[in-house]
Structure formats: structure tokens, C-alpha cells
T-cell receptor, first 115, second 114 residues
Framework: AQKVTQAQTEISVVEKEDVTLDCVYE???????LFWYKQPPSGELVFLIR??????QNEISGRYSWNFQKSTSSFNFTITASQVVDSAVYFC????????????FGKGITLSVRP | NAGVTQTPKFRVLKTGQSMTLLCAQD?????MYWYRQDPGMGLRLIHY???????AKGEVPDGYNVSRLKKQNFLLGLESAAPSQTSVYFC?????????????FGEGSRLTVL
């Protein structure tokens, strides 16, 4: 069985602060994929990143960075110098490989960035 | 650039009524999914389809039925709506499945069952 835990439910920061969103996962598969999706106030979910289990290299994209640590089963997301436009619900998700693969989502973290 | 379109966007039903949510995608995607989003629960998979004419149960399929008669459309039906089905429903599609390709989501359909 797969499980994704996002222990933080709501985070509030002031603009320009750095913020880290935690994600811990459970799976019995040796090959799997991890994802982050963003849901802005408009409601539509937007894909941010996909990472496979064999690639533990950290990734940076502008102000966003992701830290994948297999040893702790974590895939954390950091926003540097947060902006008001970063206010959204962020979901971490997990998928196994295969033709019928599907995403298992965490419960989401609501991030509020205040001006 | 329509992407994934859901209709209707909002609907209010009375307990016991039936309705169908339509999801249409114009990206020639093979895989389509229906999720529901409830406060504090994240997104939970209801049903999915890996190709035209196929459907499969997800995590919370009870009370829902689906059909994928055409590749571009994925219908979600509620035969006898219950208040527990009050939720925001999201349709998503992808070409190769979530492992290889990202999921594209619709804007959501907010359903209230009184």
C-alpha cells in the first residue's frame, strides 16, 4: 500500500521568507515516482515536478527547490524568497510504475504568503 | 487551448437525484481520471480509465459509475446522490499515465447534495 503524509496542514509566512513544505511517503515498490502539484485559488491543479526513485539529486527551478532523501522517505519542497503569488495548496503525490499506475495524493498544505 | 473541460462547474442536487459530470479532453490522451477533493482529505481517486472502452475502480468508487465510450470523454455518474457526495470533483488526463507524463486537470466541478 502506498501512503503520502503531509503533516503540515497550514503554513503562513511573510513575503520574502523561505518556506519548506514537508512530504513523507511509504511504498513497498523499489521503483516509484514522486510529484508536487500546486492548486492556486483558481482551483486548477498545476504540475510542478516529477522525480523517480533512482534519482536522488536535488533539483532547483528558480525560487523552487526539491530535496529527495530515500533514507528518510522524504521529498521536501522549499520556496525561497516567497511571494504572494505562491499562496496555494500544495500536494505531494506518489505513483508506482506500470500500465495502471495512478497517483496517490497527500492531504495538501495550504500556504499563505502575506505581503 | 481547451485542455480538460468539465461540465457543469456547479450543481446543487437533492438527495436521491441522479446526475452526470462530463469531462472532455482535446489532447488525445489515453488515461483519464476522476478525483474528489474534500477538506482535509486531499484528492482521492474515484475511477479511472487507461483507454477508450476501459474503466477501473479507484480508492473511493462506491456510489459512482463511469463510462469511456469515446477516447476524449470520461463521464462520472451519480445514480442516487447522497449528502456524503458533496465535494469538488476533478477530472484529469495524461497520455502515458502519471509516471511518464504529467496529469492535466480540469477546473473542477462543485457539487452540493442537500
Amino acid at each position: 500500500a502506498q501512503k503520502v503524509t503531509q503533516a503540515q496542514t497550514e503554513i503562513s509566512v511573510v513575503e520574502k521568507e523561505d518556506v519548506t513544505l514537508d512530504c513523507v511517503y511509504e511504498t513497498r515498490d523499489t521503483t516509484y515516482y514522486l510529484f508536487w502539484y500546486k492548486q492556486p485559488p483558481s482551483g486548477e491543479l498545476v504540475f510542478l515536478i516529477r522525480r523517480n526513485s533512482f534519482d536522488e539529486q536535488n533539483e532547483i527551478s528558480g525560487r523552487y527547490s526539491w530535496n529527495f532523501q530515500k533514507s528518510t522517505s522524504s521529498f521536501n519542497f522549499t520556496i525561497t524568497a516567497s511571494q504572494v503569488v505562491d499562496s496555494a495548496v500544495y500536494f505531494c503525490a506518489l505513483s508506482y510504475t506500470g500500465a495502471n499506475s495512478k497517483l496517490t495524493f497527500g492531504k495538501g498544505i495550504t500556504l499563505s504568503v502575506r505581503p | 487551448n481547451a485542455g480538460v473541460t468539465q461540465t457543469p462547474k456547479f450543481r446543487v442536487l437533492k438527495t436521491g437525484q441522479s446526475m452526470t459530470l462530463l469531462c472532455a479532453q482535446d489532447m488525445n490522451h489515453e488515461y483519464m481520471y476522476w478525483y474528489r477533493q474534500d477538506p482535509g482529505m486531499g484528492l482521492r481517486l474515484i475511477h479511472y480509465s487507461v483507454g477508450e472502452g476501459t474503466t477501473a475502480k479507484g480508492e473511493v468508487p462506491d456510489g459512482y459509475n463511469v463510462s469511456r465510450l469515446k477516447k476524449q470523454n470520461f463521464l462520472l455518474g451519480l445514480e442516487s446522490a447522497a449528502p456524503s457526495q458533496t465535494s469538488v470533483y476533478f477530472c484529469a488526463s495524461s497520455y502515458f499515465g502519471p509516471v511518464v507524463g504529467e496529469l492535466f486537470f480540469g477546473e473542477g466541478s462543485r457539487l452540493t447534495v442537500l
